[in-house]
T-cell receptor
Framework: GAVVSQHPSWVICKSGTSVKIECRSLDFQATTMFWYRQFPKQSLMLMATSNEGSKATYEQGVEKDKFLINHASLTLSTLTVTSAHPEDSSFYIC?????????????FGEGSWLTVV | GENVEQHPSTLSVQEGDSAVIKCTYSDSASNYFPWYKQELGKRPQLIIDIRSNVGEKKDQRIAVTLNKTAKHFSLHITETQPEDSAVYFCAVYNQGGKLIFGQGTELSVKP
C-alpha cells in the first residue's frame, strides 16, 4: 500500500531556533499534503494545506510566518517551525491522499514529536 | 468551515459490552466519514469508513451508521475487548478536500 514517511520521528530544539520536519510520499505523487498538530490528549488540528508548486493555505489562527511550508516536489512537503517556543511542543503529523477519496486512500505519516526546551 | 462534534469524550465499558461513539457535522456537502483508532504517539489507523451514499456499514465487531439528513454518524463496537481500549476519532472529508477530525473519545474496556 501507499506509504507516507515523516522525518524526524522526534526532535528536541532550543527555544528560538528553527526545526524542519519532512513528509514524503514514497510510492505515489501527492499534489496536496496536509499538516496537523496534536497536543497531548487533544484532537488532530489541521494547520495547513500544502500545495505542490504554490503557496500553502493556512487554517484560521495558524501563523504562516511561523510555520513555513514548502512543497517543492510531488513527493516532498516540509514544515519548518521558526523561532520555536516551548508552547510549540507538540506532535506534528502529515497526510496525503490519492485520487478520489474512498477506503484507504488517505495516508498519514508516522508523526514527529517536537520538544522545545 | 466544517465543524465536527464528537461525544462522549471518555467512555468506559465492561468487556463484552457494546460501545457507541457519536459525531455530528455541519457541512451537508461532506461525503466521506472515516473512523480512526489512535495509540499514543502514533499515526491514526483507519478502522472503518462510510460514504454519503450508504447508510450503514459493518466489519465484524465494528459498524458505522450515517444519517445524512441529520448530519450525524456513529461508531458501534460490539463484544468489546481490552485491546479495543484506545482513543477513537471520527473525521469528515468535505468538498474542500480537507479531513476534519472530531475531538476524540478515550475508550476504556475493563476486563
Amino acid at each position: 500500500g501507499a506509504v507516507v514517511s515523516q522525518h524526524p520521528s522526534w526532535v528536541i530544539c532550543k527555544s528560538g531556533t528553527s526545526v524542519k520536519i519532512e513528509c514524503r510520499s514514497l510510492d505515489f505523487q501527492a499534489t496536496t499534503m496536509f499538516w496537523y498538530r496534536q497536543f497531548p490528549k487533544q484532537s488532530l488540528m489541521l494547520m495547513a494545506t500544502s500545495n505542490e508548486g504554490s503557496k500553502a493555505t493556512y487554517e484560521q489562527g495558524v501563523e504562516k510566518d511561523k510555520f513555513l511550508i514548502n512543497h517543492a516536489s510531488l513527493t516532498l512537503s516540509t514544515l519548518t517551525v521558526t523561532s520555536a517556543h516551548p508552547e510549540d511542543s507538540s506532535f506534528y503529523i502529515c497526510s496525503a491522499g490519492i485520487g478520489a477519496i474512498s477506503g484507504n486512500t488517505i495516508y498519514f505519516g508516522e508523526g514527529s514529536w517536537l520538544t522545545v526546551v | 468551515g466544517e465543524n465536527v462534534e464528537q461525544h462522549p469524550s471518555t467512555l468506559s465499558v465492561q468487556e463484552g459490552d457494546s460501545a457507541v461513539i457519536k459525531c455530528t457535522y455541519s457541512d451537508s456537502a461532506s461525503n466521506y466519514f472515516p473512523w480512526y483508532k489512535q495509540e499514543l504517539g502514533k499515526r491514526p489507523q483507519l478502522i472503518i469508513d462510510i460514504r454519503s451514499n450508504v447508510g450503514e456499514k459493518k466489519d465484524q465487531r465494528i459498524a458505522v451508521t450515517l444519517n445524512k439528513t441529520a448530519k450525524h454518524f456513529s461508531l458501534h463496537i460490539t463484544e468489546t475487548q481490552p485491546e479495543d481500549s484506545a482513543v477513537y476519532f471520527c473525521a469528515v472529508y468535505n468538498q474542500g478536500g480537507k479531513l476534519i477530525f472530531g475531538q476524540g473519545t478515550e475508550l476504556s474496556v475493563k476486563p
